[in-house]
């Protein structure tokens, strides 16, 4: 199978791309959501500077009209008195007096005569004035040659007009250099003609003060601006009354634009504008004074108004920035993560592969073509093995040489890739060795030494290896901690084994050789614990006496295999399968030629099993022909030989087996009876005594004699643990 | 194997249908064990049906000998075929029972 890793690799970049869309959307929505809000708060800012700077141009025009009112009403009110006064020149100084006591507000007040208008005196100009400082009134008088009152202009402007004129704002010098201003009114005599200007001098030393302080903003600030042009009050107390603003701005450069604002500042309008300046933005509300001629403006600097809301946009745009910045790192951590995974993915999808190519060398190693030896008609095979993981640990393998079937199965400790490497060597190991051996213990003993060797992995193998001849049926076989093959036969029985030590444990171990006979269609059934070890879902165990009950009867391999196949695989059911599973069966088929071997029988140590020996002979009899007399004779003997050994050889409740070979040479029957229980010569029994009365004979001991009366020769051997009682009949 | 036991005034009748190996005689030897408390009249040993007898079936007839003696009573052993005579031969039993045909 070949990857395409290029086709996932492109996913992962559309995947990027549609994430980098997403996060340039949602920068987009913000921006836009934050430029709309910032856009209506600065409409909403602006609005709120118009009506703050509002208020406090009309505050600060009530309170200036509110002073100019009371000025011009202290001049007004006594204009009549002056006019009354023009007959009586003497009294002329009183009405100054009056307007000066009458109103807190006024500083000074002069009645100044029309040059001439006295024949005997051309100048008179009495004048009255309150302290700055003490409160004290004092009288003087202004027509002094210094002054020339006639030339200044609260004198000359009233005159030609004819109305009350408001005086440039001017600095008292002798009033206590203080900032003032005149309002001036003619007063007409009875013929209508002006005969003097009456004046109310007014102290704008207060309206310094509080223009300074209006405060609609921290940088903010308010001017006021005589009629010239003149700098009535600002925050820079040096340059009030010293200053116009037309001298304050020639310095700055930008002439034009200063000349502008001087304009529309003087202009008499209300209004406002904003003006550039030095890169700073600056709005300018201002509003004209009736009557005064005089300019109010408020200043406000731009980042007053706005300063807050570019804090907050400010704020805002550093909180998208990092939300954005976040998102970004989560989109570029998720996708790194992504690749990462699918690195992974290639990585195990590799390994897979190769795990699934050693799954296929694995089962090379392994005879799996079935039957193996279609040319044969002495063998029928049959095998499985279905590892848990991809490659496992059990093995089995066979093949012929010079008439011998070499076999073996086997189970690695563990399971997966240590265990398939083990189990490649072992395998390697039986084929090398059994290729020039014949005896199974030594192939064994020499697959041990190997394997105990090199085994730094402290791995073990158990192992079964066989060796049968397929002339005679003869089968040697050595365990190593495997476990017991069943043979089966008309009947089931696990084959006679010395448990042994598994391989690769103890490196100059001898592993003793076992052998028996197997005849015409018996079978031999090997199989790893995987099978009575498989679990159901329930965690129940297959378990060897089900096994048992599968491998009833006599059949071809295969048929046995699927019946085991299936009954392990209804067993388990959905249930993983934990541990490799591997069966073979050996359906032995030559007919081994009958003058040589006639029989063989097995029994267990039950006494229920006497009439199968029963079966045995009677069928043995109708083969051969015996007679009625002699097969009883031969069932009586073989009977007493067995239920010795059925009821003595093995302790109470040890399941052991019994075989029995008849062999038929010529004229002689011969019986060959063995079992491996306790070690025990009938032949050496003392005889019994026949002649003995009733009362003297004892109750048994009548068996042993009957097989010796019986036989014509009976020899007992033990050899390897395996009592052999050998019988012989002559017909 | 069968056996059918019939009581007849001071005698039992004993028959014995079938073979008498080492299984059987194991039921055997308990249906009969009853009979050793009879053992001082007349116990006869039907055999005309037995076909086959092992050494523990002779155990059984030589235990209700040994009963039959200590009690004063007889054991007859009625019809047995060639092969079992065979046997009693070979173990003495001709002469420790009473053999009719």
Known sequence: MKLNPSKEKNQTRQSLWLGLLVVLVAALTLEATALIQYFYSRKGLRQEASQRAESQLEAMEYRIMDIIDQAEAAVRNKVWIAQWCLSVPDSIRRVTERIVNDNPVVMGSVMAMVPGYFKNQPLMAPYTSRSHITGEVSALSLATDEYNYPSKDWFTKPLETGEGYWSEPYIDIGGGNILMTTYSLPVRDKTGSIAAILTADISLEWLTDAVGNIKVYPDAYSLLLSRQGKIMACPEKSLVMNKSLQEVTSTMGDTALFNRVGRTLLSGEEGNMSIHYKGAVNHIYFSPMERTGWSMSIVIPDKDIYGGLRRIGNLVTIMQLLGLAMLLLILFAFFRRQVKFNQLEDKRKRMMNELHVASNIQMSMIPKEFPPFPERTDIDMAADIVPAKEVGGDLYDFFIRDEKLFFCIGDVSGKGVPASLVMAVTRSLFRTLAAHEYSPKRIVTAMNSSMSDMNDSNMFVTLFCGVLDMKTGHLRYCNAGHNAPFILTDHIWKLDVLPNLPLGIVPDMTFEEQSMDIHYDDSLFLYTDGITEAENSGHELFGEERLEKVLHGRRPAINHLKDMQKAVSDFVGDAPQSDDITMLFIHYLNQVPTDVSERHLVLKNDIQEISRLAQFLDTLAAEKGLDHSLTMSLNLALEEAVTNVILYAYPKGVTGLIELDAFLEKDTLRFVLSDRGVAFDPTAAPEADTTLSVEDRPIGGLGIYLVRKTMDQVTYRNEDGKNILSMIKKI | ?101
Request: proline content about 2%; overall charge neutral.
């Open chain 2, 1 to 101: 194997m069968e056996i059918n036991i019939t009581q007849q005034n001071n005698s039992t009748t004993v028959q014995l249908i079938g073979r008498l190996d080492t299984p059987a005689s194991l039921d055997a030897a308990k249906e009969l064990e009853p009979l050793q408390e009879k053992a001082n009249g007349t116990i006869i040993l039907d055999c005309k049906e037995l076909t086959y007898i092992s050494s523990s079936g002779l155990r059984i007839f030589l235990t209700l000998r040994k009963a039959a003696m200590n009690k004063g009573g007889e054991v007859i052993v009625r019809s047995i075929n060639e092969d079992i005579r065979n046997v009693f031969m070979m173990t003495g039993f001709l002469n420790l029972f009473k053999i009719e045909n």
